[in-house]
T-cell receptor
């Protein structure tokens, strides 16, 4: 069993839809949770960062962490074609330690 | 914000030759550098972690004699793929810690290596 599981998709939605991306994990020591966006042939860029459980909102993006269920989510409201990319969840058991990535979900937002 | 410059962005080399990939932190001191490998439609797999002035720590299954990592300064880390073979063709990405912003992780733009 992988430490971090993420549905690879691909996921295709119409413009304006709400997108829900999820990851589950098995290591209860994970405390730091991140979502990255990666465009084709580029390095990942950080979208959201959450420490421990709870919600965090930034513009059209909302990150949720449920440590009791070992489940994290990223919601994208009013999705745009420019949101089309691969979204990777990542987590760590200590700040600055190595990140464990999910497989990534390929998202396509159709105009 | 913190920037990591990675070069080259793509490289094609002949089988048996060596290739060096550089990552430079442009506006901060990178105390720790992580090197990842990514196959198409797959996640980032950590290859090694290097701290400035120390030997790199390699993940299980990564050949340290094949993937040479040097982190001689706080702003530069290099990954050299020695005696490259077609199966080494992949996307290599570095990530630097020490930038403050982005909670310490800043990724390079990646290098696509093709070995022919």
């Amino acid at each position: 069993q992988k430490e971090v599981e993420q549905d690879p998709g691909p996921l295709s939605v119409p413009e304006g839809a709400i997108v829900s991306l999820n990851c589950t994990y098995s290591n209860s020591a994970f405390q730091y949770f991140m979502w990255y966006r990666q465009y084709s042939r580029k390095g990942p860029e950080l979208l959201m960062y959450t420490y421990s459980s709870g919600n965090k909102e930034d513009g059209r993006f909302t990150a949720q962490v449920d440590k009791s269920s070992k489940y994290i989510s990223l919601f994208i409201r009013d999705s745009q074609p420019s949101d089309s990319a691969t979204y990777l969840c990542a987590m760590s058991d200590n700040q600055g330690g190595k990140l464990i990535f999910g497989q990534g979900t390929e998202l396509s937002v159709k105009p | 914000g913190a920037v990591v410059s990675q070069h080259p962005s793509w490289v094609i080399c002949k089988s048996g030759t060596s290739v060096k990939i550089e990552c430079r932190s442009l506006d901060f001191q990178a105390t720790t550098m992580f090197w990842y490998r990514q196959f198409p439609k797959q996640s980032l797999m950590l290859m090694a972690t290097s701290n400035e002035g120390s030997k790199a720590t390699y993940e299980q299954g990564v050949e340290k004699d094949k993937f040479l990592i040097n982190h001689a300064s706080l702003t530069l880390s290099t990954l050299t793929v020695t005696s490259a073979h077609p199966e080494d063709s992949s996307f290599y990405i570095c990530s630097a810690r020490g930038g403050g912003g982005n909670y310490g992780y800043t990724f390079g733009s990646g290098t696509r290596l093709t070995v022919v």
